[in-house]
């Protein structure tokens, strides 16, 4: 387990952090803004499950957990896995059924859905918009570094996730686009 004693360590004051491995970086390097993009999600997760109960509560819960250890995967650069804490296919898999479960009883989609609906569902909206750019953000880390693939593989899936979340969290009120802004006929 992790312990912190000393929250303010004045040691980034000058712009830089230290990467799992004590490395320094500036703190606009790619991989620390690929590690924010990730807390981020995280953190709009914690917002969504204001509004969540049972099952999409506790789904949402192994999330959050997955994504600290997304957090810590990419916090330790290179390829090596040994000791080091990495995201697997077995939690991509499970993300997988998590989705094709809930998918199941959802009617199929007659348009684009709209963020929005109830407040549960908007939060999964915007929680899948975090989840997109922090994919965009280790999709542009992974051109320049090594990055871990399964990492790739479980943002991709978690925002497939989140918008079949909202689906399920509107139960059944999709907001849909209306191409134009014209009723359908």
């Known amino acids: ?8 360590t004045r040691g980034g004051d000058r712009g830089e952090t230290s990467l799992g491995d004590g490395t320094r970086l500036r703190k606009d390097a790619l991989r620390v803004e690929a590690i924010g993009a990730v807390d981020e999600v995280n953190a709009t997760l914690g917002l ?8 999409a509560d506790a789904m949402l819960a192994r999330i959050q957990n997955d994504l ?3 957090g810590a995967d990419l916090c330790m650069p290179g390829d090596e896995t040994e000791g080091r804490l990495r ?16 998918n199941a009883g ?6 684009f859905v709209l963020p929005g609906g109830t407040p549960a569902a908007a ?9 997109r750019r922090a994919e965009r ?23 497939d996730h989140l918008f079949v979340l909202s689906r399920v969290l509107n139960a059944g009120g999709d907001v849909l686009w209306v191409p134009g802004g014209k009723p359908e006929a």
Request: proline share 4%; charged share 20%.
């Open 87 to 102: 995201v697997t296919d077995a939690q991509c898999a499970r993300l997988e059924g998590e989705i094709a479960a809930m």
């Open 68 to 70: 600290f250890d997304l």
């Open 137 to 159: 953000v280790v999709v542009a880390l992974s051109a320049a570094e090594a990055v871990n693939p399964a990492a790739l593989r479980y943002l991709n899936r978690l925002s």
């Open 1 to 8: 387990m992790v312990r912190l004693d000393v929250i303010t």
């Open 123 to 131: 939060h999964a909206h915007l929680a899948r918009t975090a989840a």
């Open 106 to 111: 959802l009617p199929p989609l007659r348009s």
């Open 48 to 55: 969504l499950r204001l509004h969540a109960e049972g099952e």
